[in-house]
């Protein structure tokens, strides 16, 4: 039987955190982010947000602490919205959708929220493209860390069951479009 998780997996600025939300206020689900978490364990070790992700690339107990809390998650609870980076891969029975978005409008919808800025760069950043630049490594650290760890590549979108490019579509869309295909998803 399926469990009535969906995990949001996409793109920097692609509006994970608010289509998260939007989904769980309609289906009255409860709502868990990694990236909250992440922020944690940065501010717990003084650092950046990067610096937490470049640090994982050698201390796997970081990557390890957000993976369990989402494999923790996926089997006690049921009636979730959960985006994080991996849920979808610690989470086979959710319905999984990944956020997709040109890397140029990432950067600079990051760039335009500088707090969100903040935590990739740890300062503010001068320029989109310096963003951009930042959000390239950043996917590069996140994409090589997870292919040695658990050898998957979770930019391949075949490992999603909805993929929706949210540069075209306000978050409100974007809901109705994911609900329309969990709900048929559910179904089957």
């Known amino acids: 039987m399926k469990k009535h998780i969906l995990t949001i997996t996409g793109m920097p600025g692609s509006g994970k955190s608010s289509t998260g939300n939007a989904l769980a206020e309609r289906l009255g689900y409860r709502r ?10 940065a501010q717990r070790h003084n650092m ?6 470049i640090y994982g690339k050698t201390h796997p ?3 390890k602490e957000v993976d369990d809390e989402n494999a923790r998650v996926g089997r006690e609870e049921d009636n979730l919205v959960i985006d994080a980076r991996m849920a979808w891969f610690f989470i086979p029975s959710s319905f999984k959708v990944f956020l ?24 503010v950043t001068k320029s989109h493209k310096d963003l951009e630049t930042l959000l390239t490594e950043r996917l590069a650290t996140d994409q ?3 292919k040695q760890y658990y050898d998957v590549d979770y930019l391949t979108l075949s490992n999603y069951d909805f993929v929706v490019d949210t540069s075209q579509h306000p978050v409100e869309e974007v809901a109705d479009r994911i609900l329309a295909e969990y709900q048929q998803w559910l179904a089957e």
């Open 144 to 146: 090589a860390r997870y």
């Open 100 to 123: 997709d978005l040109d890397l140029s409008i990432s950067a600079q919808r990051v760039f335009s929220d500088q707090t969100e800025a903040r935590h990739v760069s740890g300062e």
């Open 48 to 53: 950046t947000l990067n610096e937490v992700l």
């Open 61 to 63: 107990e970081i990557d």
């Open 32 to 41: 868990y982010s990694a990236g909250d978490f992440m922020r944690t364990i």
